[in-house]
């Protein structure tokens, strides 16, 4: 999974706090992705961006959840107010363009514990 | 919305026997992947498919678009400690509209090899 960086790889945070979840995309890439995991199941596909712009949010919740891909730095994911049920492993993907024939590549994730 | 279903959901198999999974679901894709992901990792891509029917192979891993457009079969032969894992199928979903790659992932069929 070289290329996609995601920082931090473990992330806990207690019920209530904000949770900030980072995403560099491979050098040239400018389409990212985010899904989220939970244990057993397959990944599920939350918001996709370009730089400076969101293109696809359906499968973000619309309350506490955003994200961002700025002109200058990585993407973030942003949980507010978290839950239990926001414990999950989320991964970034990316892709130089948009189309079936670009791949996404995935990042190792970040694994958020919630107490 | 839709739906990849994967079987078998796990397989124990000894060391050098060939392993086949497969992967269905009830709407056509127009695009099939595969995916291997090892414990604490992202997706890695092994496979993509763009042709109903098409077959093709990347080392011991050889998966078949289905003619239907509503399968996908990934063998692997020969298999080793390494191949150990869980594979995901996955396809753009055909409703996040036309360029777009919001993917859908299956459940993943979990891999052991027995040495």
Redesign the interface.
Same mark, same amino acid.
């Given at each position: 999974?070289a290329g #996609?960086m $995601?920082n931090p790889r473990h992330l806990v945070r207690r019920r209530g706090q904000e949770a900030r979840l980072r995403c560099s995309p491979m050098k040239g890439h400018s &389409?990212v992705?985010w /899904?989220r995991q939970l244990p057993?199941? *397959?990944?599920?596909?939350m918001v /996709?961006l370009q730089k400076e712009n969101i293109?696809?949010e =359906? *499968?973000m919740p619309k309350e506490r959840f955003s994200a961002e891909f700025p002109k200058e730095g990585p993407s973030i994911l942003r949980i507010q107010q978290v839950v239990r049920g926001d414990s999950a492993a989320y991964?970034c993907?990316s =892709?130089p363009n948009?189309? #079936?024939? $670009?791949?996404? &590549?995935?990042?190792? *994730?970040t694994r958020l514990s919630i107490l | 919305g839709q739906q990849l279903n994967q079987s078998p959901q796990s397989m124990f198999i000894q060391e050098g026997e060939d392993v086949s999974m497969n992967c269905t679901s009830s709407s056509i894709f127009n695009t099939w992947l595969w995916y291997k992901q090892d414990p604490g990792e992202g997706p890695v891509l092994l496979i993509a498919l763009y042709k109903a029917g098409e077959l093709t192979s990347n080392g011991r891993l050889t998966a078949q678009f289905g003619i239907t457009r509503k399968d996908s079969f990934l063998n692997i032969s020969a298999s080793i400690p390494s191949d150990v894992g869980i594979y995901f199928c996955a396809g753009p979903s055909s409703y996040s509209g036309a360029g777009s790659y919001q993917l859908t992932f299956g459940k993943g069929t979990k891999l052991s090899v027995i040495p």
């Open positions: 999974n #996609v $995601q &389409h992705y /899904y057993e199941e *397959g990944l599920k596909f /996709y293109i696809d =359906s *499968g991964f993907a =892709s948009r189309g #079936v024939d $670009q791949p996404q &590549h995935f990042g190792d *994730g | -």
